[in-house]
């Protein structure tokens, strides 16, 4: 499957389900995941309470894990809401976290009919991943889960920086 890329803000994507880098609370956490929440209204936040509170106290979406909801007044239909590792200099198992965020979207979203879902660049703004290493690991990790999830016909990464975006470039463009 051709992979797409843009330099773009994820709010405005018309595709099935967009990704939010989410802290696990749940409950909101600057970037991505603010504009989210501007751009889809209250109810999106709502959303979220209702999840958060049927879920573990304190921790609602653990590190590497991946919960569905309505997108409110996005040109999108569901957000999957993730949430990266911290990078804490790569011996945490922050690899392992982070394709795991990219690997549950995915099955998440086959698993809710999804055929379209564009994916910001997990864990590389306040989360402070290195971009050439997280690059790496999300254009691995999709490649190798879309083997496992026909129901998804279109993945676009939405870059917002240009660093990111030629790093998604060299990768994508290699096959
Ligand atoms: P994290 O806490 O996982 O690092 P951030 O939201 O701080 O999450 O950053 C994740 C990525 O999302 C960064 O590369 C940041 O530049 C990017 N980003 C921020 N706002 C938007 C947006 N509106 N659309 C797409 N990407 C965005």
């Known amino acids: 499957m051709h992979l797409q890329l843009l330099l773009a803000d994820i709010t405005t994507q018309p595709v099935d389900a967009i990704v939010n880098a989410a802290n696990s609370s749940l409950m909101g956490g600057g970037g991505v995941d603010d504009a989210i929440h501007a751009a889809a209204g209250s109810e999106l936040l709502d959303e979220c309470i209702k999840i958060a509170q049927s879920r573990r106290p304190g921790e609602p979406c653990p590190t590497g894990d991946a919960v569905i909801t309505g997108a409110g007044k996005l040109p999108a239909k569901y957000v999957i809401h993730t949430v990266g590792p911290v990078w804490r200099g790569g011996t945490k198992g922050e690899a392992e976290l982070l394709a795991s965020c990219y690997r549950k979207s995915l099955l998440l979203a ?66």
């Open 110 to 175: 086959q698993e809710n009919g999804i055929e379209s879902i564009a994916f910001p660049n997990i864990s590389t703004g306040v989360y402070g991943y290195p971009k050439e290493k997280a690059a790496d690991v999300a254009v691995n990790t999709v490649r190798e889960t879309l083997k496992e999830t026909p129901g998804i016909k279109k993945i676009v990464f939405v870059c917002f920086d240009k660093e990111n975006y030629s790093l998604y470039q060299s990768r994508i463009e290699k096959p």
